[in-house]
């Protein structure tokens, strides 16, 4: 949600800020906007230039030519998704003081902006946005005015402590040249040092890794509350005291910065015309570096923890999106292998509904999340551990907010993750579950020794069925085409199938706006079959072979009412053999290669990621940036 920059350094920064931008696009896409100080060229304060427009971050790349039309080396920028307001120039970010000395960019929910806003017009200061971030530009006006010539780390300090809610904040004052602030609360915020020979020469701040790493992989992660000062000489860190009003310089405790085991291409396009194509692509080895670094690294939770691991009698995990379904997919794993009780739920849900959990203390909280940043997700951990819960977060991404505060971290090994719906991401989640499943089998001695044995060599081997799926695109880009037109359809699916199912729906609808719904396939019959009519799409999973009879019959079902059934099934050889009459009650197959039946739809996701793919370019629409939407929901 949103997407901030900042730069300081020798270079002009408009480019800098726009390529930036570029990267975080995915973060929002309503509007966009730029704020850079002018060259000194007086001994006067430097005004600053501020442009912004509504629409894609072309529309500000145009306008300023590639960023050529603004001279200057300190600046900042934004990409919006809208919350407060609707998508407009007035609304777009950067939001400025009155008298333009201050320029601000946000990403996050200022809670109390009502309250603040109608404080400062009560005291005659004129609004012209409906933003909730515009009351920071103007309290930070405010508390210039009462503390003439005060350190910026002070007036900082001072006017956000009155602020409620989460927030991101790049901040440009025109009397400080060379010079940004940052500070972040509960919304992910990065900052780096670009050096060479040893000397810093710029420095930057971003909403997310991507945005930095054509210039750095130097970065360090602020902790919630603390002042950041970027010049050209590097960066500072300071905490402010509201009691004694006092700030500190805390720069040593960050010690050296992180370096980042990225490499800059890893947020490129390159071949691909979509990331979402891309990132199906990396799929396979999401999972393969997923599983190896679960089995690799000895200072994992799930490998090294056998006291907690043996000790649980429950699991419960919380998420959102497609990292709740990948739980879903995980229940059914763990139930399966380890005959552990497992219950799913949805983080918003989960955090305002006062859950009683028996044995918390006995009850392993996971919170997935790709970006470790989803707010609800984030909440649902904290209240797992005020409950007493043990917790572990499942994290793509190193240094989030839900990675430094779960007890223990498993991160999966996606890389940066660009298109908004969820692909590689999604199939490394669910391979960490899976993992989990093994390690906790092991550890509460569900599993044999030689299951568990077959069961990893299984795993090790879905990264390649995963690659031959990825050759059956034709088949799928044809189907996709026939679905194109098509205005509802549904998915059903028994079991793990039926997890699979909602990933299938919920990706096709984000990427492509048909309407879809997903379905216990044997629940249809008492209610939603009547929607059934001829021609309706229907696809239905059947990866499960204990499953297999069952759905065929819910397939004959639907058929016998005029659907087009389309069957993702692995039940190949089964139907080669005339045992299954597969062919009677589908219209169109896809086959699947066989795996175990617990890691089957992971195999199966990347062929429904695929469609929904395809489906969407068929309709001529952005795969990576579906309207109304936005990575990394970091508000409620
Ligand atoms: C769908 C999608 C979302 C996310 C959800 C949780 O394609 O991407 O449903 O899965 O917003 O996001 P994370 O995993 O970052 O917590």
């Not at 392993?364 to 970006?371: D, E, I």
């Not at 199912?501 to 984000?510: T, V």
């Not at 009412?561 to 099934?569: N, T």
């Not at 195999?603 to 936005?630: F, G």
Request: with cysteine.
């Amino acid at each position: 949600m949103c997407g901030i920059i900042g730069y300081t350094g020798f270079e002009q920064a408009s480019p800098i800020l726009l390529e930036g931008l570029s990267r975080l696009e995915y973060r929002g896409y309503d509007s966009a906007g730029l704020a850079v100080q002018l060259p000194a060229r007086t001994a006067e304060p430097h005004p600053l230039q501020v442009v912004k427009t509504c629409g894609r971050l072309q529309a500000l790349i145009d306008k300023t030519h590639r960023g050529a039309d603004l001279l200057g080396s300190c600046g900042i920028g934004h990409t919006r998704w809208a919350t407060h307001g609707i998508p407009s120039v007035e609304n777009a970010h950067p939001h400025v003081s009155e008298d333009g000395s201050i320029a601000v960019v946000h990403n996050g929910i200022i809670e109390n902006h009502f309250e603040l806003r109608r404080e400062l017009m009560s005291e005659g200061v004129p609004f012209k946005s409906q933003t909730d971030t515009e009351v920071v530009a103007h309290l930070l006006a405010k508390a210039c005015r009462e503390a003439p010539g005060a350190d910026k780390t002070a007036i900082i300090g001072s006017a956000l402590a009155r602020l409620r809610g989460s927030y991101a904040l790049g901040i440009l004052f025109a009397d400080e040249p060379n010079t940004l602030y940052a500070i972040r609360r509960d919304s992910p915020l990065i900052v780096g040092c670009v050096r060479r020979e040893g000397q810093t020469i710029s420095t930057i701040l971003a909403s997310d890794i991507p945005a930095l790493l054509p210039l750095t992989k130097q970065v360090y992660y602020p902790e919630d509350d603390h002042i950041i000062k970027l010049t050209l000489q590097g960066i500072s860190f300071y905490s402010y005291n509201p009691i004694t009003r006092t700030v500190a310089d805390i720069t040593e405790s960050y010690g050296a910065p992180v370096t980042l085991e990225l490499s800059e291409t890893a947020a490129r396009l390159g071949k691909y015309r979509h990331f979402m194509r891309k990132e199906i692509d990396e799929a396979p080895k999401a999972v393969k570096d997923t599983v190896q670094s679960g089995l690799n690294d000895p200072s994992n939770m799930i490998f090294s923890d056998e006291s907690l691991l043996s000790s649980l009698q429950s699991i419960r995990m919380i998420a959102c999106g497609s990292a709740y379904h990948a739980c879903l997919v995980g229940k059914a794993a763990l139930e399966t292998l380890c005959r552990i009780p497992v219950e799913v739920e949805i983080a918003s849900e989960f955090r305002y509904r006062e859950p009683v959990i028996p044995d918390p203390r006995h009850t392993l909280g996971v919170l997935v999340s790709q970006s470790g940043e989803t707010a609800d997700t984030i909440a649902a951990l904290r209240l797992c551990k005020s409950l007493g819960m043990p917790t572990l977060g499942i994290v793509n991404m190193q240094g989030s907010t839900l990675a430094g505060e779960a007890d223990h971290v498993f991160y999966t090994q996606a890389g940066p993750e660009i298109a908004v719906a969820t692909t590689k991401a999604y199939c490394a989640q669910v391979a960490a579950l899976y993992l989990l499943a093994l390690r906790l089998g092991q550890a509460q001695n569900r599993l044999a020794e030689k299951e568990q044995a077959e069961l990893l060599e299984q795993l090790s081997a879905l990264p390649e069925k995963m690659e031959r799926i990825l050759e059956t695109e034709p088949d799928l880009r044809r189907l996709a085409r026939k679905l194109a037109s098509t205005h509802h359809l549904f998915f059903i699916g028994r079991g793990m199938d039926h997890a699979l199912a909602m990933e299938g729906s919920l990706k096709l609808k984000e990427v492509s706006y048909i309407h879809a719904e997903a379905y216990a396939a044997g629940e249809l019959k008492h209610g939603t079959i009547s929607l059934i009519e001829e021609g309706t799409p229907v696809i239905t999973l059947a990866t499960q072979p204990q499953l297999l009879h069952k759905t065929l019959s819910n397939m004959a079902e639907v058929k016998a009412r005029g659907a087009y059934v389309i069957c993702f099934s692995n039940a190949e050889n089964a139907l080669r053999e005339g045992v299954l009459p597969l062919s009677d009650v589908a219209d169109h197959v896809v086959s699947l290669p066989i795996t175990h039946p617990c890691f089957s739809p992971l195999a199966a996701a990347v062929a429904l990621q695929l469609l929904a793919y395809h489906v969407s370019v068929a309709r001529s629409l952005d795969p990576d940036k579906p309207r109304n939407l936005a990575k990394s929901v970091t508000v409620e």
